[in-house]
């Protein structure tokens, strides 16, 4: 108790960071967040918004008029969305079309950037892997799919193939990829068979009666299997892979990387103000 006074302080003072999205349940970035900030000394809570479709171009809205709101963390499905309140974006936003985190200008209006990306690959490593060079198998092409893809391919991977059931999703990510990075990425399905790294972007996984998102007894031992479900922590397809030889990441190790991507875009954006 003695250590959170010193370190944890929610008071008026306070500044606020949300995190939107529909569901919300499964998010870990509240307590992992509002902790980090506390720990580097900065009077600020990370607070879940369960937001709808229909109502989230209302929240941006408010919550940018909002005098003590400097932040949000965008989740599924409001990705795409969140770009259009931006004034300003990076490159990486600009390519993909979406964005995961919003900060303040200077002048109040609001900018964005996407670290879904760059959080994969720094889980990927974090366990090991490494997408350079390799043969690539990506599954999912929304708004943390082709985030994934650009890193993935930014990184290096000697070609992607690109899965999703939702097939004008799909292009439009493989359409798109090759805009900006050529021939290398290509339509893909769920057989995994001769792919060095498979990357799940979906949901598929986070409720019992969801299939997997590949041919599990496609896989080779020797496959990086990679995923961004958090809930529950190994996600079931991770776990039958895993009892193939495989090695693999899984969503906390990519939540963690994005952490602290995040962090520092906040507080960099603190120290600008």
């Known amino acids: 108790m003695r250590f959170l006074e010193r370190t944890l302080r929610i008071d008026g003072a306070s500044r606020i960071y949300t995190i939107i999205g529909d569901p919300i349940s499964q998010v870990k970035s509240p307590a992992g967040m509002t902790a980090a900030f506390a720990t580097r000394g900065v009077n600020a809570v990370v607070v879940s918004i369960h937001t709808s479709v229909e109502d989230v171009d209302d929240f941006i809205r408010t919550a940018g ?22 004034s300003t974006a990076t490159e990486r936003a600009r390519i993909t ?7 303040r200008n200077p002048d109040g209006t609001w900018h964005g950037e996407i670290f879904d990306g ?3 690959l720094g889980g990927i490593r974090s366990q090991g892997g490494e997408p350079n060079g390799k043969k690539t198998l990506l599954v999912g092409a929304g708004g943390a799919g ?29 359409t798109r ?50 995923c961004v ?16 030889g495989c090695r693999g990441s899984v969503g906390v190790d990519m939540y963690m ?9 906040f507080l960099n954006s603190i120290s600008a103000a």
Not at 97 to 103: D, E, H, R, W
Not at 229 to 243: D, G, H, K, L, Q
Not at 257 to 265: D, K, R, S, V
């Open 97 to 103: 079309g979406s964005i995961n985190v919003l900060s």
């Open 177 to 226: 990829m090759r805009e900006f990075y050529g021939e290398r990425v290509h339509v893909g399905s769920d057989d995994p068979a001769g792919f060095e790294l498979v990357v799940n972007a979906t949901p598929m996984g986070m409720r019992p009666e969801h299939p997997f998102p590949v041919q599990i007894e496609r896989l080779s031992p020797g496959t990086f299997v990679a």
């Open 118 to 120: 760059l959080g994969m």
């Open 229 to 244: 479900i958090t809930v529950p922590a190994v996600s079931p397809w991770v776990a039958a892979a895993r009892e193939k």
């Open 146 to 174: 082709i985030a994934i893809a650009q890193a993935l391919v930014d990184a290096g991977v000697r070609e992607l193939a690109i899965h999703d059931v939702d097939i004008n999703r799909r292009d439009h990510v493989i």
């Open 65 to 86: 008029r909002t005098k003590n709101i400097d932040g949000i963390i965008v989740t599924i499905p409001h990705k795409f969305t969140a770009l259009t309140h931006c």
């Open 257 to 265: 990387a994005e952490q602290e991507l995040m962090l520092q875009f």
